[in-house]
C-alpha cells in the first residue's frame, strides 16, 4: 500500500473505472462480491472481537482494516466499503440487529402508522463511522484501486423492513405492497431519500463509484418490477447525480433475466452487475453496447474450483471480451469458499 490520491486525473487511471467509463480490455479488471466476510481466516479473527456485526461495521478502524484484507491477499481492482445494506434502515429508526446464525432481525413495518415513524433526517449523523471508514480505507489503498460505496436498493431494503428479516416467499412486503400501495410508497420514498443522502455522504468521503443491491428484484412481476425496481433506482441516480455528476454507478437487479435491459436504459446507471442465470451472449449483445457488464461466474463454481472453475472463468472473459466488462461473481462469496481457490481465479483472469 503506498500511495493516497484520489483526484480525477488519477481516478481516470484506475483500470476498474476505464471499464464503467465504456472501455473494453484485455485484462479485465476484477473484485469478487461479498470479497470480504468469513471465508478469510483473518476476517473471523476480527469478527470475534467484537461481539455483534453491526459493531463492526460502525467501528471505522476494524471495518477499514477487513474492507482492506481481500486488497492485500489478491491485489483486486477494487475495494467495496465493508458496511451492510441494513445499517439505513437502523439509521431510519427501525432498530436492526444479527442474530447469530439466523441473520438479520428488525421488528416489521407493516402499517401506514409504521411507517410515518421513518424519518431520512438523520442518516448523515447516524451513519457517521461508515463515512469514516470510507474516508480512512481511500487514505490507504493504492492509487490503482478504486473504492465502490454502496446501498442496498429501496425494494430489497423494504423486504427485510416488512417480513422482519429474511424470507423465502416475500409474503409480507408483496402483501403490504398490493393492500396499501399508498402507504408503501411512501416507505419507497423515504428509502429513496435516504439512500440518495447515504451515497452522496459515501462520495464525499472518497468512494469512487457507487453500487445499489438489488437482490430480491427478480420476485417482482414487470409492473411492480416498474415500480419498485427501476423507478426508485432511476430516482437515486438522478438525485445522486445531481450532487456529484460524474459519479460511475452499477446497479444489480438480482433475477430481472430481460428485465435488465430496461434497467440498464432507464435508470441511467452506467452498467449492470448480471447474476448467474444471465444468458452470456445476450447480455453480450443486449447490454454491453448500452453499458459496462459486470459478474457473473457463479459462486458454487468458486466454492468446488478445479478444472470446473477454470472453464466457467473463461467462457465468461471470452464472451464479454469485445465491450466494457467488469470480471465478478452472479452473487456473494459463500462462506466455506477455501482462500487459494479465490487466488486460482484471480490467477486464471490476470494470467490471460
Ligand atoms: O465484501 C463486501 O461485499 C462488502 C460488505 C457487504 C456485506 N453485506 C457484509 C456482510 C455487502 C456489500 C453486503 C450487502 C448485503 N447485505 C446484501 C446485498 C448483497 C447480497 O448478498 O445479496 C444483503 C441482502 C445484505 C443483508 C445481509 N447481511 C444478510 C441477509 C446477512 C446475514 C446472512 C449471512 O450471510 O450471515 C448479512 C450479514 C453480513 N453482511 C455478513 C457480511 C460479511 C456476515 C455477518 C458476520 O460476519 O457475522
Known sequence: MNGKGNSAVRGAEKPFLKALAG???????????RQAGRYLPEYRAIRATVSGFLELCYTPELA??????????????AAILFSDILVVPDALGQEVTFVEGEGPKLAPIRSAAEARTLSADWIRQRLAPVFETVESVRSKLPDETALIGFAGAPWTVACYMVEGG????????????????????????VLVDGTIDYLCAQVEAGADALQLFDTWAGVLPDDAFAAY?????RKIVAGVRAKHPDIPMIGFPRGAGVGYARYLDQTGVNGVSIDVAVDLDWAAKTLQPKGAVQGNLDP??????????????DRILTAFSDGPFIFNLGHGVIKETPPEHVEALVERVRGR
Open 166 to 189: 429474511g424470507s423465502r416467499d416475500f409474503t409480507e412486503v408483496k402483501r403490504f405492497a398490493y393492500q396499501d400501495p399508498k402507504s408503501f410508497q411512501d416507505v419507497i420514498d
Open 23 to 33: 472501455e473494453a480490455s484485455d485484462r479485465p479488471p476484477m473484485w469478487l462480491m
Open 64 to 77: 477499514t482494516e477487513v474492507t482492506l484484507q481481500p486488497i492485500r491477499r489478491y491485489g483486486f481492482d
Open 229 to 233: 425496481v427501476t423507478e426508485p433506482a
Open 300 to 313: 458454487q463454481r468458486l466454492l468446488v474450483g478445479g478444472d470446473g472453475l477454470n472453464a466457467a472463468a
